[in-house]
């Protein structure tokens, strides 16, 4: 029997889809994903799936690190603060004696300063304007490569909705066979009890094999806490046999289908039951028929 | 996060929550880094050797991503995730850069596959970032994937494989190969529910 057609389940494998195509890209990919949802519940369900990834890494034991690693680290830290403002403030070079402040004594010996000190700086400028260009090269394409990779996603969301609609045509397209096939019979529930709305009901066809049904309910109201709806087929004798379970929401048409019908059957109910079925029924009747017509 | 609660120099920063250390190296607090790298380092470093299989190549990479976390500490946004899933994703995306470059990913995984992770000595500090019990059970909520969902999803986290490359490498078809990766996700979304709800 299929499944009720349930929008945020949907909605929550479109969003999760998107974040495990983008996983074989940076960190960043990944999580500006939240930035362009802007529906709550949705950056809900992509948070949760987000935490989902970074805990997998919590699967594999953690590794034992030699105290050279943290000191290594910390005293990168420390050259980067202390380097950081002296790549890009003058003062620094400024700061090295000029030809001008030179000593009599420093004369002789310092020389190679007239041509080293400037050629060094020279070189510092031009490695940092060097490294700055290739900086700006590589966010270019990094951006290039983010973009062309959003566009990818989209034709891949616009594939997978595509495939999407491919199936829900399918499924129409096999409940329309069956409906207008040769021999169908159609048996109209209608409500019996309180629990159904006066405006509810149900239209079950079934085909000429007497094994293909489709069933489509409308106007029930969503089942009380710990309950289900119990769909029950009934033969000649009596016996009730299980057709499956739902739990509609408002506004959303219940349909089910499947490929089988207990044999002999000259009726069809519905009642409430307890959460997730009974073998028999035991709560109230909400829709009953019993009367079918060929209409084909 | 509340610039208020950044961290004063003398301030005991093993008090403070994983957001409260990023918002003081935010401020420049080498401190706060050495209390980050207590908590996360071996988790990380373990991560990335499972990525690249080699001690050296893990370390280093370790070292890019604090550095990265004293550098960019600004562009941390606690609304897009929690501080370790930030780490997490980081180190990640590090180590894959680097597998990517080296094109060695067959040599790797058959080394990390050798390593017997029962020899390692418990570390120091982990007992901060994940307890004991919580690794195990995340073990055993994966141990109880189908082993055919649990290849895809490892396919695509520790290596960074796309679907296509993973259904061009495994033969299965690319369908398969989403829907069992969106099978296994949407499994451990639901076993792991109370871990998530505390990293929100």
Not at chain 1, 115 to 135: C, E
Not at chain 1, 173 to 195: I, M, N, Q, W, Y
Not at chain 1, 247 to 271: C, N, W, Y
Not at chain 2, 174 to 200: C, F, N, P, Q, Y
Request: with cysteine; aromatic share 6%; proline share 6%.
């Amino acid at each position: 029997m299929s499944q009720e057609f349930d929008p945020t389940k949907e909605r929550d494998d479109a969003i999760l889809d998107r974040l495990l195509e983008r996983l074989s890209r940076s960190e960043d990919a990944l999580e500006r994903l939240l930035d362009e949802l802007t529906d709550e519940d949705e950056r809900r369900v992509c948070r949760e799936y987000l935490e989902t990834i970074g805990l997998l890494a919590y699967e594999v034991e953690p590794r034992p690190l030699a105290p050279e690693v943290k000191s290594r680290l910390m005293a990168k830290l420390e050259s980067s603060q202390q380097e950081g403002p002296s790549e890009v403030e003058p003062a620094t070079v400024a700061s090295f004696p000029s030809s001008g402040q030179r000593t009599p004594g420093e004369e002789k010996g310092s020389r190679w300063h007239d041509w080293a000190l400037p050629l060094a700086a020279g070189l510092v400028f031009a490695l940092l304007g060097l490294s700055g260009w290739q900086y700006v090269q590589l966010e270019k394409q990094r951006q290039t490569i983010d973009r062309l990779a959003d566009q990818l996603d989209q034709v891949h969301q616009q594939t997978t909705k595509l495939a999407e609609y491919q199936g829900r045509l399918d499924s129409v397209d096999s409940r329309l066979a069956l409906v207008t096939s040769s021999g169908v019979e159609v048996c109209t529930l209608k409500p019996v009890a309180d629990p159904a709305p006066a405006d509810s009901r149900g239209v079950l066809f079934v085909a000429s094999d007497r094994q293909h049904w489709y069933l489509k309910i409308e106007g029930l109201l969503p089942c009380p806490q710990g309950r289900s709806y119990q769909v029950w087929f009934i033969n000649q004798e009596g016996v009730p046999v299980s057709g499956g379970t739902f739990d509609p929401k408002v506004g959303v048409r219940v349909e089910l289908s499947s490929e089988t019908m207990p044999a002999g059957t000259v009726a069809v109910s519905i009642t409430l039951e307890p959460a997730g079925g009974s073998p028999e029924p035991s709560g109230p009747a909400v829709l009953y028929g019993d009367e079918a017509m060929r209409i084909l | 996060m509340d610039p208020a609660d950044s961290a004063s120099p003398g301030t005991d920063l093993k008090s403070f929550d994983d957001k409260q250390l990023v918002l003081a190296i935010r401020d420049g607090q080498e401190p706060a880094v050495s209390e980050l790298y207590d908590r996360y380092s071996n988790m990380l470093v373990a991560l990335s050797y499972r990525v690249l299989g080699d001690a050296a190549d893990s370390e280093e990479v370790l070292q890019e991503v604090f550095l990265q976390v004293w550098n960019q500490a600004s562009r941390y946004d606690p609304a897009r995730s929690s501080v370790s899933t930030w780490l997490v994703l980081i180190t990640r995306s590090r180590s894959i850069d680097r597998l990517r470059s080296r094109k060695v990913k067959e040599r790797t995984a058959t080394a990390a596959q050798k390593e017997n992770p029962v020899t390692h000595e418990s570390p120091v500090g982990v007992k901060h970032v994940f307890r004991q019990e919580q690794r195990k059970r995340l073990q055993e909520e994966l141990a109880q994937l189908p082993p055919e969902q649990r290849e895809v999803l490892e396919m695509a986290f520790y290596r960074g494989m796309t679907q296509s490359e993973i259904a061009g490498e495994t033969g299965i078809p690319l369908g398969t190969v989403k829907t069992r990766t969106l099978l296994a996700m949407k499994k451990l979304r639901k076993a792991l529910s109370d871990e998530i709800r505390e990293l929100l």
